[in-house]
Each structure stands twice: as structure tokens, then as C-alpha cells.
């Protein structure tokens, strides 16, 4: 089974880290992103993967290589201008668009989920064509609780909220993906809502005991190498 990264993207809201190199590059606890990610495919007998790249592509393609010191084989697709998430993949229909399932990772998340439960849903169901992971809501910001006399009773650092789910960047999908894809766009926007109102879109939800963060910000990059060094993260 073959999973794909999207690798192309150019980071914007991690500038200026991402001037001079793509975002998947960028070091979270001594490591970059894409290695982090590489890793933990392998971890799941994932070794044949596919990286869609696009923004300083070379770089990728430079540090990666064949993927052979990593345990793994690497195949690249470039997307010369931009076309979202959506139109990355399509792009990519030539390598993925065979007969078999296969995996597709936004290139920005660190994760210990595994991503071979959303390949049994999928497999389980004849009508759908794709599976997402979906984890709980963590606040941008701490959260203040307030007694009725108006008391501050204590200070929650962003907290989970439970009652919203949102989507991960883990897919497993069927070929027939292709069919609803845009040679342009995001798959979140177009795909997604498509595949949804048709009820060919499954979801799995992790919660506390996985562990999930999309590295957006500086911040992001600091906490979660926190959480490495302290062992709250061990891929």
C-alpha cells in the first residue's frame, strides 16, 4: 500500500522559517517534519510512499533522495504551479489511481494515530470512498472559568473540547477518489462536501489516547518539541 505526503504547500503562517526552506523541512525537536512523518509510516509497515511537492521542491528532493537511508522508497510528483490539496492529488492519479487503497498525509502534522485503522473502515464498506481521522478541538487559547459572584475559579491552559471534532489530515481512499477530484482546489472544499452529501465519507475519531498537532506557528514547533523532550511524544 502506497501513502502520499503533501509536501508542496508554501507555509506562510511559519514565515520567515519557510523563506528559505519548505515547510515540511522545518526542525521539530531535532528532526524535520517529513522525517517525523516518514518514520512513523514505517513504523506501520508503510514503505512505499509518494511526496507531492511543489515549493522549493529541490530541497525535498535533496534531502530525501530515494528514501533508502530511511528504511523506505520514495517516488516524487511535482506540481510546477500551484493547485491546492485537491489538485495535488489529482495530479498524482498516474501513480495512485491503480486498484489498491492508499494513504494520503497533510505534510504539516506530527501524529501517533494509526493510520491503518482508517484503511479497515474504508475496506468495510463497499459504497464509501473515503475515510478521515478526525480528533477533538484544542483552543487557540487558555480558557478562564468564572463563578456566578464573578471569581475567577481557575485558568485552563487550551484546552480539548470535546463536543467538536475536526479534520486531522490522515486519509485513506478508494481510486474512485479521482472521480471527484479538482485539477484545481482544495480537497476540503471541493471533495470533502461532495463525497459527504453522498454519504460515501467516513470518519474515525481518536481522542486522548493518540497523540496530534498540526505544526502551524512558531509556537506549535516549540510546544510540540517540548512534548518530545519531556517523552509526552515518542513516535
Known sequence: ?????????????????????PKPLIEVGGKPIIVWQIEWLRKHSIKDLVILVG????????????????????SYVVEEDPL?????????????????????????IIT???PLELVEMLRKNPTAVASIAV?????????????????VTSFIEKPI??????????????????????????????????LASEGKLLAKVYGDDVYWRSIDTVKDI???GNDIASGRLSL
Open 84 to 108: 491546492g490539496t485537491g489538485g495535488a492529488l489529482k495530479n498524482a492519479e498516474h501513480i495512485l489511481g491503480g486498484e489498491e487503497l492508499f494513504l494520503l498525509i497533510n505534510g504539516d
Open 161 to 194: 473540547i470535546p463536543d467538536y471534532m475536526i479534520n486531522a489530515g490522515v486519509y485513506a481512499m478508494k481510486p474512485s477518489i479521482f472521480n471527484y477530484l479538482p485539477e484545481k482546489g482544495d480537497i476540503e472544499r471541493t471533495c470533502f462536501p461532495k
Open 112 to 114: 501517533t494515530l494509526n
Open 222 to 224: 516549540e510546544e510540540v
Open 135 to 151: 480528533v477533538p478541538l484544542r483552543s487557540p487559547y487558555g480558557v478562564v472559568r468564572i463563578s456566578d459572584n464573578g471569581g
Open 1 to 21: 500500500m502506497k501513502a502520499a505526503i503533501l509536501a508542496g504547500g508554501y507555509g506562510k503562517r511559519l514565515r520567515p522559517l519557510t523563506d528559505d526552506k
Open 55 to 74: 515549493y522549493k521542491k529541490n530541497m525535498i528532493i535533496d534531502e530525501l533522495g530515494s528514501g533508502s537511508r530511511y528504511g523506505v522508497r520514495i
